[in-house]
């Protein structure tokens, strides 16, 4: 089996150079969405919510060597005025000769390291996805009698104009030629006491990648937890890490970047702060986990803690942690795969709010403005029925309102602020008391950016939140401003 894998999946982990030059006995094939003899080039197929689609049903002996993808973006587009599937809502499938349980299985965004439905660019060995749009996967898939490769769309809307073309090669394989698999699993949240499982695997073969998605519960940083490999069945992991961000190719945290072998196509929010997002991928290309009957990898999820939430009443630099995880294992095996976990469908699939949100439309009618207008404006950026515009005329301008607590307790208070090219710079206050800035809201695209107010144990009633102008960035065109929502933030109460 090694020598076969040694073939399939070069050291190197892109196109072996070394061997180009030698002839093979294959014959080259390709399936893809174009439909034969259509004089209109009619090349892309619609799948509709609910439907599955089959993208390839292929004969062997064979090996797909590349798929290529692209399909419409979420958001409402000149392909789909009310917006599409995004990639999370797609469920991505793989069968190897004829098996009734699928040997790949997940969502098609995370399967190319981009978690939480978003589009990422990705260049890593086995996986490029150019600009978040073009697709491209390079993991060798061997089968010996069929292969079939579908997805199915678990989104309300379609999933429009997907385009793809799968190439591969008819050609004998050895006895020893093991299967692609690959298995999602979550955890929302982290069970306390026990680690992250990641892989579960009966069989002889080795390990060649984890996708990781994690959205934070708690403040302080999530990554200190170990990776662990129990191979063949032993006592303890034989092979065990120092860190997360370690095992990612990392130091001293994780930053935003992709690489051939590692990398970090997401990571959104403020350092330390409750619902920092992140993706993060590692190939053990050159370094696959070798196993002869079993496999497990887990990861612990421990890491700092702030005060409030520790038992010493303290900060703590290792605690178990209670974050949202959602994997992707990535291994080859001889014969077909044992399953251990299935794929929940796409809406338990989504990472669950932790927010009580006050959006746009309910601010309005308290809203009061000095040196401005203000308005509800609509949009695919903004939660809700759009953001809470202030079109502030000059330095100076404010803008003010409300909202209600319910029940006393602690919460993180986060505003969800437009950030654009005419916007302003703002100082935030909360009922009269500075809280935040002064904040530069400009920004050459616009995006909405989280910013925290703090952790704060606000008393039963109404409170109020004013934006001050206090001038502009020097690019800026304007003194503008955009609240999308007020969010108050789960906090956990038990101390660890």
């Given at each position: 089996?090694?020598?076969?894998?040694?073939?399939?999946?070069?050291?190197?982990?892109?196109?072996?150079?070394?061997?180009?030059?030698?002839?093979?006995?294959?014959?080259?094939?390709?399936?893809?969405?174009?439909?034969?003899?259509?004089?209109?080039?009619?090349?892309?197929?619609?799948?509709?919510?609910?439907?599955?689609?089959?993208?390839?049903?292929?004969?062997?002996?064979?090996?797909?060597?590349?798929?290529?993808?692209?399909?419409?973006?979420?958001?409402?587009?000149?392909?789909?005025?009310?917006?599409?599937?995004?990639?999370?809502?797609?469920?991505?499938?793989?069968?190897?000769?004829?098996?009734?349980?699928?040997?790949?299985?997940?969502?098609?965004?995370?399967?190319?390291?981009?978690?939480?439905?978003?589009?990422?660019?990705?260049?890593?060995?086995p996986v490029l996805v150019q600009g978040g749009?073009?697709?491209?996967?390079?993991?060798?898939?061997?089968?010996?009698?069929?292969?079939?490769?579908?997805?199915?769309?678990?989104?309300?809307?379609?999933?429009?104009?997907?385009?793809?073309?799968?190439?591969?090669?008819?050609?004998?394989?050895?006895?020893?030629?093991?299967?692609?698999?690959?298995?999602?699993?979550?955890?929302?949240?982290?069970?306390?006491?026990?680690?992250?499982?990641?892989?579960?695997?009966?069989?002889?073969?080795?390990?060649?990648?984890?996708?990781?998605?994690?959205?934070?519960?708690?403040?302080?940083?999530?990554?200190?937890?170990?990776?662990?490999?129990?191979?063949?069945?032993?006592?303890?992991?034989?092979?065990?890490?120092?860190?997360?961000?370690?095992?990612?190719?990392?130091?001293?945290?994780?930053?935003?970047?992709?690489?051939?072998?590692?990398?970090?196509?997401?990571?959104?929010?403020?350092?330390?702060?409750?619902?920092?997002?992140?993706?993060?991928?590692?190939?053990?290309?050159?370094?696959?986990?070798?196993?002869?009957?079993?496999?497990?990898?887990?990861?612990?999820?421990?890491?700092?803690?702030?005060?409030?939430?520790?038992?010493?009443g303290k900060v703590e630099g290792f605690v178990?942690?209670?974050?949202?995880?959602?994997?992707?294992?990535?291994?080859?095996?001889?014969?077909?795969?044992?399953?251990?976990?299935?794929?929940?469908?796409?809406?338990?699939?989504?990472?669950?709010?932790?927010?009580?949100?006050?959006?746009?439309?309910?601010?309005?009618?308290?809203?009061?403005?000095?040196?401005?207008?203000?308005?509800?404006?609509?949009?695919?950026?903004?939660?809700?029925?759009?953001?809470?515009?202030?079109?502030?005329?000059?330095?100076?301008?404010?803008?003010?309102?409300?909202?209600?607590?319910?029940?006393?307790?602690?919460?993180?208070?986060?505003?969800?602020?437009?950030?654009?090219?005419?916007?302003?710079?703002?100082?935030?206050?909360?009922?009269?008391?500075?809280?935040?800035?002064?904040?530069?809201?400009?920004?050459?695209?616009?995006?909405?950016?989280?910013?925290?107010?703090?952790?704060?144990?606000?008393?039963?009633?109404?409170?109020?939140?004013?934006?001050?102008?206090?001038?502009?960035?020097?690019?800026?065109?304007?003194?503008?401003?955009?609240?999308?929502?007020?969010?108050?933030?789960?906090?956990?109460?038990?101390?660890?």
């Open positions: 089996m090694i020598a076969a894998l040694a073939i399939l999946l070069p050291a190197q982990g892109f196109a072996d150079l070394a061997s180009l030059h030698e002839i093979r006995d294959a014959r080259s094939r390709r399936v893809s969405s174009t439909a034969d003899h259509d004089p209109s080039n009619r090349d892309n197929v619609w799948v509709q919510p609910g439907e599955t689609r089959v993208l390839a049903e292929i004969r062997g002996p064979g090996v797909i060597r590349h798929i290529w993808l692209t399909f419409a973006e979420a958001r409402p587009n000149w392909l789909a005025r009310e917006g599409a599937a995004n990639p999370s809502e797609i469920a991505l499938r793989m069968y190897w000769d004829g098996a009734a349980e699928p040997a790949v299985e997940a969502p098609l965004g995370d399967f190319f390291a981009a978690g939480f439905g978003k589009r990422a660019e990705v260049v890593s060995a749009d073009a697709y491209n996967c390079y993991w060798p898939m061997p089968f010996f009698r069929s292969a079939r490769i579908e997805v199915t769309n678990e989104s309300e809307k379609p999933l429009a104009a997907l385009y793809y073309a799968i190439d591969y090669t008819e050609e004998a394989l050895g006895d020893g030629a093991a299967y692609f698999c690959a298995q999602y699993r979550q955890e929302f949240p982290a069970a306390l006491g026990v680690d992250t499982l990641i892989l579960e695997a009966q069989g002889a073969g080795h390990y060649v990648g984890t996708v990781m998605s994690v959205r934070t519960r708690s403040p302080e940083w999530f990554g200190e937890g170990d990776e662990k490999f129990t191979i063949d069945g032993e006592s303890a992991p034989s092979i065990r890490g120092t860190g997360t961000e370690d095992y990612f190719g990392n130091a001293w945290g994780l930053e935003k970047g992709t690489f051939p072998y590692f990398g970090v196509p997401i990571l959104e929010g403020e350092w330390g702060h409750v619902c920092q997002r992140l993706t993060t991928y590692r190939w053990h290309v050159p370094d696959p986990v070798r196993f002869s009957r079993s496999l497990r990898v887990e990861i612990e999820h421990w890491g700092w803690m702030s005060a409030d939430e520790t038992r010493s178990e942690r209670e974050d949202d995880f959602a994997t992707v294992a990535f291994w080859y095996q001889r014969g077909q795969p044992k399953r251990f976990v299935e794929m929940p469908p796409a809406k338990e699939r989504v990472f669950p709010s932790l927010d009580l949100v006050i959006e746009g439309k309910d601010l309005l009618p308290a809203a009061k403005t000095t040196l401005g207008t203000v308005a509800l404006q609509k949009g695919w950026e903004w939660t809700g029925e759009g953001q809470l515009f202030f079109d502030g005329e000059s330095q100076g301008a404010a803008l003010e309102f409300t909202f209600e607590v319910g029940e006393e307790s602690l919460k993180r208070l986060v505003l969800p602020l437009t950030h654009s090219y005419d916007f302003g710079v703002y100082r935030i206050l909360l009922d009269g008391k500075p809280a935040l800035g002064p904040l530069d809201l400009y920004s050459p695209e616009i995006e909405v950016r989280e910013h925290s107010l703090g952790d704060l144990v606000l008393a039963t009633g109404r409170h109020t939140i004013r934006l001050e102008c206090v001038g502009k960035h020097p690019l800026s065109t304007g003194f503008k401003a955009g609240v999308d929502s007020v969010r108050l933030r789960q906090r956990f109460a038990a101390k660890r």
